[in-house]
C-alpha cells in the first residue's frame, strides 16, 4: 500500500452508516479486494498510516483468513484516494498526445459502530457524555460531507426490521444541523447517497430478485456473476422492504425521498463476499452459489474466493458525482 | 290313530309351513273331548319355523265368541282344522263356528297333534342358506375381510353335513367364535354364535344341521354358548392380519458424527433392533449397515469421510460384529471441520439406492438413525450447502419409495415437532424417537413383527390352499 501521492486533504468526503452489523466492515474491507481485481488500474491508496493498516488488516482478514473482519467498535476516520487510470488526451495538429493526469477521487470515509446513530445507548458502560461526544463527531462529518453510503441489510431487515430505526435519527439530526448552517437546498440535504443493499449472494435475496426477473450478467464478467442493474435495484428494494419484520422498510424510502433530491440517490445491489465459484469451473453456478460456511456454534466463515459484487461502483458513483460538482 | 291321518295331516301341515312367507302365519286348531288347542306358526328373523300354542278347556269357550277369539283364524294365512273327538258336541259345534268364519280343511286325527307340529318342524327344510363367519386374508397385504362361508344351502334338510377347512389363530377371550347367520338381503342376521379357545392351527371343520337354528360342530374341541351379539362380534373382528414370518432385508443407516453420546446411543439403538428382528425372524433376517457422517466443505480439511457401507445383506450376526467396530470407533473424527447443519444422508441414500438394485426382492426395510438433515442438490432459502455431489435426497427416497415391498423408518434424535421436515420422509412408514424406542412396535408397524397381542376371533378360511 502506498501513500496518498497528493498533497492535503482530499476534495470530498463520504460517510457511511447503516444498522449494527449490516456490513459496513466487510464492505470497506471487499473495496480494496474488488480494486484488485479490477483490469482497469483503478487502486486506493490509503492517506494516512492508520487507514492502510486498517485497509491491510481487514483485507487480509477477508481473503486470505476467510473470516469476517471485526465490526467497527468506535468511531473511525479513514482517508483513501482512488486513483483511476491515466486518461488520454487528443492529438492536436503536429503535436504528441499526451497523457493527462490519472482521474483522483478523494474518498473520506467514516466507519461508525453501527449503534451510534440510534436512539439508546452505545454500549454497555459507555457513559451518555461518550455517547453524545460520538454522536456530536459524527454529524459534524456528515454535515461536511456530501456523499453517503447508505447500507440496507435485507436479511436483518427480514430478521429485525430495524433500518428505518437507524435511518430516520441521524437524517433528522443532520438536517436540524444543516438548516442551522443555511446549507439545505430547497428544503433538502445536499447529499449524495449510494443506497447499498447488501447480501446479494443470500439465496433469499438472489432468489427474490430472480423471481422479479431483474437479473442480468455484464458480459465481460468472466465467471458470469448474477447482477441487478441500478436502474433495477429500486425495484428490488421496494420488493424487499414488503418482507421486513416491521414493516416500517417502506418508511425507509419515504425517508430518503424527504431528504434528498431523487436525482441524487442511486442503489446499488451488492455482496462484499459475492458468490461461490468452484475452483475447478471458475463458473457461476446457480445450483452451488453460497459463499457463507457456517462453523459450529454460530460462526460464519467465507467458503471460497472473495468477488466482491457493485462494491467499487457507489464509490466511484459518489466520487464521481461530487467531482463533478466541484469542491465544497 | 291311524297311520293313513296321521300321514295326511303331517302332509298337509309340512305343505303349510314350507308355504310359509317371512310374514306369514300359519293357524292350526284342534278340536278335542276336553277342549281346543290353537297352534300359531311364523318363520323368525332367521327363517327358522317358531311355533305358539295354548288350550283353552270347553268351559271357557261357550260361545262362538269366545272360540273366535281363542283361534283368530282371520288373522292367518293359512288355516288346518283337526278333529280328534268327532263325536263330541262341542268340538263339532266350536268347527261349525271355525268352518264358518274361516273355511278350511278339516283333519281327522286322534294323537297328539304337538307331535306332528313338532315333527313337521324339526325337519322343515331351510328357507335362507346358513352361512359360518369366516375371516380372509389377502396374501399380498394381510389385510383381513369379514365374511361368511355358506354351510347349508336353501332347502337342506336336518342331517345334511358340510365340511370347512379353516385356520385358527389365538383367539380373544372368548377364543375363537363360531357364528352361524343367514341372510336378509345384503343384512347378516345372527342364528348362533359357539366359541372355545382353540390351539391355533388348521381345523376341519364338519357342521351338522341338527334342526333348523341348530347347527352342530365337530372337529374342533367342545364349544359353548357364547353371549354376544353381532355387532361386539363384528367389533372384535381386526382389520389387519400379523405379519407372517417372511424372509426380510434391514438396512441400518446411522449417522456417526455429533457428540460422542449420542453417536453411541444410536448405534446401541441399532444393535437392539437387530438383535430383537433377529430373534423374531429366526433366520430369515439379513442385516445391511451404512454409516455416514458429515460433508466437509472447509479447505482446512484433509478431505471428508465417505459413506461407509459396513455390511450389505449379511446374517444379523456379522452385521453386530461390523456394528462393534463402529462402536469402538465412536464418532468419526476424520475430514474435520465438518459442515455442522447437515449430513452426507443423500449420499447414503445413492450408496443404498445403488445396492438395492441388485438385491433380491425381499421385504426390505430402510431404517435411518441420526439427527441432521440432508444437504439439498442445489442452493435454496434453507442455507444449507448443496450436496458436493450433487445428490437429490427426495428423488432418492422416492426410488426407494417406489421399490416393491420396501419401507422407510427412521429413528430420530429429536422429537416430530423440532426435527427436520426431511425426517417425516425418512421415517415415512414409522418415525421413533430415540429416547423413547419401541422397538416391538417400531417393527410390528414395519410388518417384521408380530404386535404383542393380535386376537383373530373367528376361522380363517384360506381360499388360496
Known amino acids: ?326 469542491p465544497r | 290313530m291311524s297311520e293313513p291321518d296321521k300321514a295326511l295331516l303331517r302332509k298337509a301341515v309340512a305343505r303349510a309351513v314350507a308355504g310359509l312367507t317371512a310374514t306369514g302365519r300359519l293357524t292350526i286348531v284342534e278340536v278335542a273331548a276336553d277342549g281346543m288347542t290353537v297352534f300359531r306358526i311364523h318363520r323368525d328373523d332367521n327363517g327358522r319355523p317358531r311355533c305358539h300354542y295354548w288350550s283353552l278347556s270347553w268351559e271357557e269357550l261357550t260361545s262362538e265368541q269366545a272360540v273366535l277369539r281363542a283361534a283368530d283364524p282371520l288373522s292367518a294365512d293359512e288355516v288346518v282344522l283337526v278333529c280328534s273327538f268327532p263325536d263330541g258336541a262341542e268340538a263339532n259345534q266350536a268347527l261349525g263356528w271355525l268352518s264358518e268364519a274361516r273355511p278350511a280343511a278339516v283333519f281327522p286325527f286322534t294323537g297328539p297333534v304337538t307331535a306332528v307340529v313338532e315333527d313337521v318342524l324339526a325337519s322343515d327344510p331351510l328357507s335362507r342358506s346358513y352361512d359360518l363367519v369366516v375371516m380372509r386374508a389377502d396374501p399380498a397385504t394381510g389385510r383381513l375381510r369379514l365374511g361368511s362361508k355358506q354351510l347349508f344351502p336353501i332347502g337342506a334338510l336336518p342331517g345334511t353335513r358340510s365340511e370347512v377347512a379353516v385356520r385358527c389363530e389365538p383367539g380373544d377371550e372368548y377364543g375363537t367364535a363360531f357364528a352361524v347367520v343367514t341372510w336378509q338381503g345384503r343384512e347378516p342376521r345372527l342364528l348362533s354364535v359357539h366359541s372355545a379357545g382353540l390351539t391355533p392351527g388348521r381345523y376341519l371343520l364338519t357342521a351338522e344341521l341338527v334342526r333348523p337354528g341348530k347347527v352342530r360342530f365337530t372337529g374342533v374341541p367342545e364349544l359353548t354358548r357364547d353371549p354376544r351379539g353381532w355387532a361386539d362380534l363384528v367389533a372384535a373382528a381386526p382389520s389387519q392380519l400379523p405379519p407372517r414370518a417372511a424372509p426380510a432385508h434391514l438396512i441400518c443407516a446411522v449417522e456417526v458424527c455429533g457428540p460422542d453420546a449420542k453417536v453411541e446411543e444410536r448405534l446401541s439403538r441399532v444393535r437392539q433392533v437387530v438383535s430383537f428382528l433377529s430373534a423374531e425372524l429366526s433366520g430369515l433376517l439379513r442385516v445391511s449397515l451404512v454409516a455416514y457422517g458429515a460433508h466437509s466443505y472447509d479447505d482446512r480439511s484433509t478431505g471428508e469421510h465417505p459413506v461407509e457401507v459396513a455390511a450389505w445383506q449379511v446374517a444379523p450376526e456379522r452385521a453386530l460384529a461390523a456394528l462393534e467396530l463402529l462402536e469402538e470407533r465412536g464418532a468419526i473424527t476424520e475430514g474435520y471441520p465438518y459442515y455442522p447443519h447437515a449430513a452426507q444422508v443423500e449420499d447414503m441414500l445413492d450408496a443404498v439406492t445403488r445396492r438395492l438394485a441388485a438385491s433380491e426382492h425381499v421385504r426390505t426395510v430402510l431404517l435411518t438413525v441420526g439427527d441432521r438433515p440432508p444437504h439439498p442438490a442445489r442452493t435454496n432459502r434453507s442455507l444449507i450447502l448443496p450436496c458436493p455431489h450433487p445428490h437429490d435426497w427426495r428423488l432418492l427416497v422416492g426410488r426407494v419409495q417406489s421399490r416393491p415391498d420396501t419401507v422407510l423408518a427412521a429413528i430420530c434424535d429429536r422429537r416430530d415437532a423440532s426435527a427436520h421436515p426431511a425426517w417425516r420422509r425418512l421415517g415415512a412408514d414409522a418415525l421413533a424417537h430415540l429416547d423413547a424406542l419401541d422397538i416391538r412396535g417400531l417393527a410390528a408397524d414395519l410388518g417384521l413383527a408380530a404386535p404383542a397381542a393380535l386376537p383373530i376371533p373367528f376361522p380363517l378360511l384360506d381360499e388360496t390352499e
Open chain 1, 1 to 326: 500500500m502506498q501513500s496518498d501521492p497528493t498533497p492535503g486533504p482530499p476534495a470530498h468526503d463520504i460517510a457511511m452508516w447503516g444498522a449494527p452489523g449490516s456490513g459496513k466492515t466487510t464492505l470497506l474491507a471487499a473495496l480494496n479486494i474488488a480494486l484488485m481485481r479490477r483490469k482497469d488500474d483503478w487502486k486506493i491508496i490509503g492517506s494516512d498510516a492508520a487507514s492502510s493498516d486498517y485497509l491491510i488488516e481487514r483485507t487480509s482478514a477477508l481473503s486470505s483468513g476467510k473470516i469476517f473482519p471485526e465490526a467497527s467498535q468506535s468511531l473511525e476516520h479513514y482517508r483513501w484516494t482512488l486513483i483511476g487510470p491515466a486518461e488520454r488526451q487528443e492529438r492536436r495538429w503536429l503535436r504528441r498526445a499526451r497523457p493527462a493526469p490519472p482521474l483522483k477521487i478523494g474518498i473520506s470515509m467514516f466507519d461508525a459502530p453501527g449503534g451510534l446513530f440510534s436512539a439508546g445507548p452505545l454500549r454497555p458502560g459507555n457513559g451518555p457524555e461518550i455517547v453524545d461526544d460520538l454522536r456530536r463527531r459524527m454529524m459534524d462529518n456528515l454535515a461536511k460531507s456530501r456523499g453517503l453510503v447508505f447500507l440496507f441489510d435485507p436479511i436483518r431487515e427480514f430478521e429485525l426490521g430495524d433500518a428505518f430505526d437507524h435511518l430516520h435519527p441521524p437524517l433528522t439530526r443532520l438536517a436540524e444541523k444543516m438548516l442551522e448552517t443555511g446549507e439545505l437546498r430547497d428544503g433538502m440535504l445536499p447529499h449524495h447517497v449510494a443506497v447499498c443493499i447488501t447480501k446479494f449472494d443470500d439465496p433469499r435475496v438472489l432468489e427474490t430478485a430472480e423471481k422479479l426477473h431483474l437479473l442480468d450478467s455484464a458480459p465481460d464478467d468472466e465467471y458470469g456473476f448474477p447482477r441487478v442493474s441500478s436502474e433495477d435495484a429500486r425495484d428490488l428494494f421496494r420488493a424487499l422492504c414488503e418482507v421486513s419484520a416491521s414493516g416500517n422498510a417502506d418508511m425507509v424510502v419515504n425517508a430518503l425521498d424527504q431528504f434528498f433530491h431523487r436525482t441524487r440517490v442511486e442503489f446499488f445491489v451488492t455482496s462484499s463476499i459475492g458468490f461461490y465459484v468452484r475452483p475447478q469451473t471458475k463458473t457461476f453456478d446457480w445450483n452451488d452459489y453460497q459463499n457463507l460456511l457456517p462453523e459450529a456454534g454460530r460462526d460464519l466463515r467465507i467458503r471460497g474466493q472473495v468477488h466482491p459484487i457493485n462494491v467499487v461502483e457507489p464509490m466511484l458513483w459518489l466520487g464521481r458525482r461530487l467531482a463533478a460538482g466541484g
